[in-house]
């Protein structure tokens, strides 16, 4: 689709609402006068949403309230009318059962506060991994002109000297206590060192990850994912993309138009490029069938397997946040994509230019954060695509984050029926299990756990850590934090709630994996595997009500994004009838 930008002056959508002098407009403008905004305001200027995902029980969001003024100054500055718009926020570090449960409640919320409220364009202030999808699978939904400000990560940590990555170090000393190589007292005292200012996890994690998946996108403006939280750069993104909304709804600039196949192409490859989340597959799956793309687990292992992964941070590498901002940040990624002839250059961004206009001039300033081709962590990075008789649908894994010598590996089934079952048995010294085997997770899919849970990365058995094996296969139908590390696949599809293959291994069957070849085999007779799926009965009830019944009755597998069945596509954002 070639953007054209609309005439200007014309009526906006607010219009609808403020305009005239009839006693419906008087209405809504009167009320809103009580907060003291005088009569020009609504005089046909753009009103801006900030879609505000602030909330103290989001802690990676907690600093966004401050954010919001500068995004309200850029508005007012450029001409806009700007009204701050709480959003559901849910985040990760506190949403039980998990925070994938709630993002696509949050995104219809959003959505309808999009749709059903005088607003021409939207910022969408996002931070902890799970708003920034969202929140954009809300502005598709709408389409109406939307740019992206993330929060930004938080400052690097640091413990005895370690440089300490929030998330990877969680996993690594919580396994370093059980191995008998750190006293509790040490794990205690680390815990400070891992959340030293306000921000999302300074690792590569979802939330990195997903803003550099905005930005790749096009959807936020050019050095928008890496800037620290606490860095005043920061707030200057935030007033930038404030003055941008405005020049964006008055050119009717809409996401349609910007997260085209194209643009879902360049953030499959960076993805790879920066060793992003394996999360990032299932959010990049959801956005674009909210907005129409055609894109499937096919195009994300196509994509990803001639991408280098370069960007040396944790938990795939050394560094953290901090450094990939001081070494450039992904506008440097993006030239280095563009130069090896990995991204379309004429792929259309925010502020209305190509991505190849943003990024062109990038200059590398540490070329061990971010690493020539040379030196690559890892030669094909992105995401791997596994498919055989255990996951028809497809798996996936993250190569740079994962064991070479698992890459191709047979072993013995260890199984653990959900989560509560792992949790019982892990720590047994009684436990048949060694390192040769393979784990296998159930029941932990998008209506499994429910929600499909980041407890794909088991954490080993002791007897095994104290051996001073630190990597185990481990196969699921969960997700894991982009924060973690290992030979984890995960996102097995049809998941075993929903009778796939995987809920009918048993102790002791074979599986083969083969990353290189892309195959997850269970190595059982056709003629078994076919009776025992004939046998199968589910084994958790489906919940009475409320929205997890919503979510379990209609959530689709991960394979398409585990979005709501009746949520796909766009719905666009017109004007209602009058109620009054």
């Given at each position: 689709?070639?953007?054209?930008?609309?005439?200007?002056?014309?009526?906006?959508?607010?219009?609808?609402?403020?305009?005239?002098?009839?006693?419906?407009?008087?209405?809504?403008?009167?009320?809103?006068?009580?907060?003291?905004?005088?009569?020009?305001?609504?005089?046909?200027?753009?009103?801006?949403?900030?879609?505000?995902?602030?909330?103290?029980?989001?802690?990676?969001?907690?600093?966004?309230?401050?954010?919001?003024?500068?995004?309200?100054?850029?508005?007012?500055?450029?001409?806009?009318?700007?009204?701050?718009?709480?959003?559901?926020?849910?985040?990760?570090?506190?949403?039980?059962?998990?925070?994938?449960?709630?993002?696509?409640?949050?995104?219809?919320?959003?959505?309808?506060?999009?749709?059903?409220?005088?607003?021409?364009?939207?910022?969408?202030?996002?931070?902890?991994?799970?708003?920034?999808?969202?929140?954009?699978?809300?502005?598709?939904?709408?389409?109406?002109?939307?740019?992206?400000?993330?929060?930004?990560?938080?400052?690097?940590?640091?413990?005895?000297?370690?440089?300490?990555?929030?998330?990877?170090?969680?996993?690594?000393?919580?396994?370093?206590?059980k191995a008998g190589e750190m006293s509790a007292e040490d794990f205690l005292e680390a815990e400070q060192s891992m959340s030293r200012s306000t921000g999302?996890?300074?690792?590569?994690?979802?939330?990195?990850?997903?803003?550099?998946?905005?930005?790749?996108?096009?959807?936020?403006?050019?050095?928008?994912?890496?800037?620290?939280?606490?860095d005043s750069r920061r707030r200057v993104m935030a007033q930038m993309s404030g003055r941008q909304i405005v020049q964006n709804v008055k050119d009717d600039?809409?996401?349609?138009?910007?997260?085209?196949?194209?643009?879902?192409?360049?953030?499959?490859?960076?993805?790879?490029?920066?060793?992003?989340?394996?999360?990032?597959?299932?959010?990049?799956?959801?956005?674009?069938?909210?907005?129409?793309?055609?894109?499937?687990?096919?195009?994300?292992?196509?994509?990803?397997?001639?991408?280098?992964?370069?960007?040396?941070?944790?938990?795939?590498?050394?560094?953290?946040?901090?450094?990939?901002?001081?070494?450039?940040?992904?506008?440097?990624?993006?030239?280095?994509?563009?130069?090896?002839?990995?991204?379309?250059?004429?792929?259309?961004?925010?502020?209305?230019?190509?991505?190849?206009?943003?990024?062109?001039?990038?200059?590398?300033?540490?070329?061990?954060?971010?690493?020539?081709?040379?030196?690559?962590?890892?030669?094909?990075?992105?995401?791997?695509?596994?498919?055989?008789?255990?996951?028809?649908?497809?798996?996936?894994?993250?190569?740079?984050?994962?064991?070479?010598?698992?890459?191709?590996?047979?072993?013995?089934?260890?199984?653990?029926?959900?989560?509560?079952?792992?949790?019982?048995?892990?720590?047994?010294?009684?436990?048949?299990?060694?390192?040769?085997?393979?784990?296998?997770?159930?029941?932990?899919?998008?209506?499994?756990?429910?929600?499909?849970?980041?407890?794909?990365?088991?954490?080993?058995?002791?007897?095994?850590?104290?051996?001073?094996?630190?990597?185990?296969?481990?196969?699921?139908?969960?997700?894991?934090?982009?924060?973690?590390?290992?030979?984890?696949?995960?996102?097995?599809?049809?998941?075993?709630?929903?009778?796939?293959?995987?809920?009918?291994?048993?102790?002791?069957?074979?599986?083969?994996?083969?990353?290189?070849?892309?195959?997850?085999?269970?190595?059982?007779?056709?003629?078994?595997?076919?009776?025992?799926?004939?046998?199968?009965?589910?084994?958790?009830?489906?919940?009475?009500?409320?929205?997890?019944?919503?979510?379990?009755?209609?959530?689709?597998?991960?394979?398409?994004?585990?979005?709501?069945?009746?949520?796909?596509?766009?719905?666009?954002?017109?004007?209602?009838?009058?109620?009054?």
């Amino acid at each position: 689709m070639t953007f054209k930008p609309a005439t200007w002056p014309r009526k906006l959508r607010s219009q609808e609402w403020f305009g005239g002098t009839g006693r419906d407009a008087i209405y809504h403008r009167g009320w809103l006068k009580n907060q003291g905004y005088p009569n020009d305001l609504f005089d046909g200027r753009p009103v801006i949403g900030i879609m505000n995902t602030w909330s103290e029980l989001t802690p990676c969001n907690g600093h966004l309230r401050e954010l919001a003024e500068k995004v309200k100054a850029g508005v007012w500055e450029a001409g806009g009318f700007p009204v701050e718009v709480p959003a559901f926020s849910a985040s990760e570090n506190t949403f039980r059962p998990t925070a994938m449960m709630f993002r696509n409640l949050a995104a219809l919320s959003i959505e309808e506060q999009m749709r059903g409220q005088p607003i021409d364009g939207a910022v969408l202030l996002v931070g902890c991994d799970k708003t920034t999808p969202s929140l954009l699978m809300a502005a598709a939904s709408t389409d109406l002109p939307s740019i992206v400000v993330t929060g930004g990560p938080m400052l690097n940590g640091y413990f005895h000297g370690e440089r300490v990555g929030s998330g990877t170090h969680l996993w690594k000393f919580s396994e370093a206590v059980k191995a008998g190589e750190m006293s509790a007292e040490d794990f205690l005292e680390a815990e400070q060192s891992m959340s030293r200012s306000t921000g999302t996890c300074n690792t590569m994690g979802t939330a990195s990850s997903m803003a550099s998946m905005a930005e790749a996108l096009g959807m936020a403006l050019s050095g928008n994912a890496a800037i620290p939280a606490v860095d005043s750069r920061r707030r200057v993104m935030a007033q930038m993309s404030g003055r941008q909304i405005v020049q964006n709804v008055k050119d009717d600039l809409r996401p349609s138009y910007i997260m085209d196949k194209k643009a879902f192409e360049n953030a499959i490859r960076t993805n790879g490029a920066i060793g992003g989340s394996t999360n990032a597959v299932v959010h990049l799956l959801a956005i674009a069938g909210r907005v129409g793309v055609d894109l499937t687990l096919d195009d994300w292992d196509r994509l990803g397997r001639d991408v280098a992964t370069i960007v040396n941070l944790m938990p795939s590498g050394d560094y953290l946040m901090e450094e990939f901002f001081y070494a450039g940040g992904l506008p440097v990624v993006l030239k280095h994509l563009g130069d090896s002839g990995l991204l379309h250059k004429d792929a259309l961004t925010v502020s209305g230019q190509a991505i190849w206009d943003e990024v062109k001039d990038a200059v590398n300033h540490n070329a061990d954060v971010i690493r020539p081709v040379e030196k690559a962590l890892t030669k094909q990075g992105g995401i791997a695509v596994l498919k055989g008789n255990l996951a028809p649908k497809g798996a996936v894994l993250k190569p740079s984050a994962a064991s070479p010598h698992l890459m191709q590996h047979k072993g013995r089934a260890v199984v653990f029926e959900d989560i509560d079952d792992y949790k019982a048995k892990i720590n047994d010294d009684a436990l048949d299990i060694d390192e040769t085997c393979i784990m296998v997770l159930k029941n932990c899919g998008p209506k499994g756990y429910p929600g499909m849970a980041e407890v794909g990365n088991m954490g080993l058995p002791p007897k095994v850590l104290k051996k001073g094996i630190t990597d185990m296969i481990r196969i699921s139908d969960a997700r894991m934090s982009g924060t973690a590390y290992g030979t984890v696949i995960l996102h097995t599809s049809p998941e075993a709630a929903a009778g796939g293959p995987l809920a009918i291994v048993q102790n002791g069957d074979m599986i083969e994996v083969d990353v290189a070849a892309r195959r997850l085999h269970l190595d059982v007779p056709e003629q078994e595997i076919a009776a025992r799926l004939a046998a199968w009965q589910p084994t958790h009830d489906q919940p009475p009500s409320g929205y997890a019944w919503l979510h379990s009755t209609h959530v689709e597998g991960a394979d398409t994004g585990a979005d709501l069945d009746f949520l796909k596509g766009c719905r666009g954002a017109p004007v209602g009838k009058e109620s009054h």
